[in-house]
């Protein structure tokens, strides 16, 4: 078997490849497919449909040189015209690979999801620090010395990692928003001023 489609069965085990028309469909829809892959024998209306599910996903979509059955054996199955990735790094390293053997039909394709990565690695490490400063309280305490109040006054409705990051649906994610704003409100009306102190550690335990 080639490797690319040793590499799209490994993406299908690792449950980041949705298979067949409706599964790509669905997917595209909630804007999770990263490059949708068309059998090079996939009929016109298929192809039509597939290049309509791109555009209403935002997403790549690629021709690759694979019939119907080899795809479908990389898979488990008799057939198979169309398949969606929804995880960038192995998106990019498909088409990587694909580039390597075909450069004037899929270098730009494959620049492009360098590019998407590149992306997606940075909003992970985005999050995570913001996560850590979350925890740490570091977020707050900021907070309260630029506004010169008691960091024990302030409290924070997290609306990006709780609102803005895991909803679609924006009227959702916006009443969400609302409702933790009201609720920080109503938390900090509660608090009192405290001063943090400190107290001296004998380093010895008893076991």
């Known amino acids: ?31 999770d497919a990263r490059v949708l892959f068309l059998a090079a024998d996939a009929a016109d209306n298929t192809a039509r449909r597939v290049r309509h599910f791109a555009e209403m996903g935002n997403c790549l979509w690629l021709r690759v040189p694979f019939t119907k059955a080899e795809m479908g054996r990389s898979l488990g199955r008799s057939s198979c015209a169309v398949v969606a990735v929804t995880d960038i ?17 899929y270098d730009e394709a494959h620049a492009a999801l360098q590019v998407k990565a590149k992306r997606a690695a940075e ?11 979350i925890r740490t309280g570091k977020v707050k305490r900021k907070a309260a010395a630029a506004a ?35 609720a920080a409100i109503a938390k900090v009306q509660l608090n009192a001023p405290l001063v943090a102190g400190e107290s001296p550690v004998i380093k010895r335990a008893l076991v």
């Open 1 to 31: 078997m080639h490797n690319i489609l040793t590499l799209i069965g490994l993406c299908k085990r690792a449950g980041m490849l949705e298979v067949g028309e409706e599964p790509v469909e669905a997917v595209a829809r909630a804007k």
């Open 123 to 133: 909003r992970k490490a985005e999050m995570l620090a913001h996560k850590k400063n």
């Open 89 to 105: 790094g192995f998106a990019c390293n498909i088409v990587g690979r694909l580039a390597q053997e075909d450069p004037v039909r």
């Open 148 to 182: 010169g109040l008691n960091p024990y006054m302030v409290e924070i409705a997290n609306i990006r990692e709780q609102c803005s990051w895991i909803h679609k649906d924006m009227a959702e994610a916006t009443e969400k928003a609302i409702i933790l704003g009201r």
